[in-house]
């Protein structure tokens, strides 16, 4: 990534970085003599660490001093991970779930939710995505054990189980958080985001945990993102796709769709538009009205955006430098 690249991903200025680079040692681990400076992966998180504490209100020179304490502990992390994986179970040796499982699994999840147990949901959860894979998990166990959850309190006169629905939604968002480590990779990100006043985002993380199980980078942003911000989003990263999560059809649009589809970056004469996927039942009615993508599962969301990321990773390096 060049210093203009990253100075706009950061949202700050290139002097910036060159004043961090010269008082704080913060550049590029590789400059090479007579070229242009070169920000690795690795470089950008320690900035990208440094932008945060800066942000809370740590002096600069104690920010600089704790992004490169992170970085050395985010390092050892990844040599243990490495490590730690080469003893795990590996994902061809996951086993399947029969029907019968799926029903223990779920009955297990649903008792321990209602006893508001939370270490058991912990460990339930972490055993069944580590076993199975996140998303036989998802699509087997967590979706209807939530949906049981949720019907649960909507059959009773009162507002009870409403808090077992809760802890359970808190802890599946955990064990996702668990699998989402982004990447470290040179790769453009994937955008995944609700559109404006959706507040519903487990299906979101879910996909956003699948994507990185499978190494492919991403920007998760989350509940009920202004049409504004994604569009400034899409700008500054310039990705190949972008994600757009509705669950109710009060909250998807196809105006709203187009114009995240129709903004642009680049370079005149080399401009690019991301291709956009609707996500969600919100979407159901509406989707064929934008001509847009609309995977029903995560399966064919995760089988689309893979396919989406190996055809962009396939373009000529001019291209994909126009592009930027």
């Known amino acids: 990534m060049t210093t203009g690249d990253l100075a706009r991903r950061l949202g700050v200025a290139p002097t910036t970085l060159r004043s961090w680079d010269r008082r704080y040692g ?4 590789v400059h090479p003599e007579g070229q242009h400076r070169r920000w690795t992966p690795q470089d950008v998180a320690v900035l990208e660490e440094m932008c945060r504490l800066t942000s809370a209100g740590v002096p600069p020179a104690e920010a600089a001093r704790a992004a490169k304490d992170w970085a050395t502990s985010a390092s050892r992390r990844d040599e243990r991970a490495q490590q730690e994986s080469a003893l795990a179970l590996p994902a061809s040796a996951r086993t399947v779930l029969r029907p019968g499982d799926v029903r223990l699994e779920c009955r297990g ?66 064990a996702l958080r668990r699998v989402s480590t982004p990447p470290m990779t040179d790769s453009t990100p994937l955008l995944l985001a609700c559109v404006p006043e959706e507040q519903h985002t487990l299906p979101l993380e879910a996909l956003n945990a699948a994507l990185s199980e499978r190494g492919l980078p ?12 994604l569009a400034a989003a ?52 509406s989707a064929p009205q934008t ?34």
Not at 129 to 151: C, K, M, N, S
Request: proline content about 7%; some cysteine.
């Open 26 to 29: 913060l550049g590029p681990a």
């Open 109 to 174: 999840l649903i008792r321990a939710a209602t006893r508001l147990d939370a270490p058991t949901i912990s460990r339930q959860l972490t055993s069944l995505v580590d076993a199975h894979g996140l998303v036989t998990a998802w699509d087997q166990v967590l979706v209807p054990t939530l949906h049981a959850v949720g019907r649960k309190w909507e059959t009773t006169s009162s507002d009870r189980y409403v808090e077992a629905e809760h802890l359970l939604s808190w802890h599946v968002s955990t």
């Open 218 to 229: 991403t920007r998760m942003f989350g509940a009920a993102v202004p049409i504004d911000a």
């Open 234 to 285: 899409v700008r500054r990263t310039g990705p190949p796709a972008i994600v757009l999560w509705s669950q109710v059809r009060g909250t998807a649009g196809p105006p709203l769709a187009r114009q995240v589809a129709a903004t642009r970056w680049g370079v005149r004469g080399a401009r690019r538009q991301p291709v956009v996927l609707l996500c969600g039942p919100g979407w159901a009615t």
């Open 291 to 324: 001509g847009m993508r609309h995977p029903l599962t995560l399966h064919d969301a995760l089988m689309a955006l893979t396919q989406l990321c190996e055809a962009n990773a396939a373009k000529p390096a001019d291209q994909s430098a126009a592009g930027h």
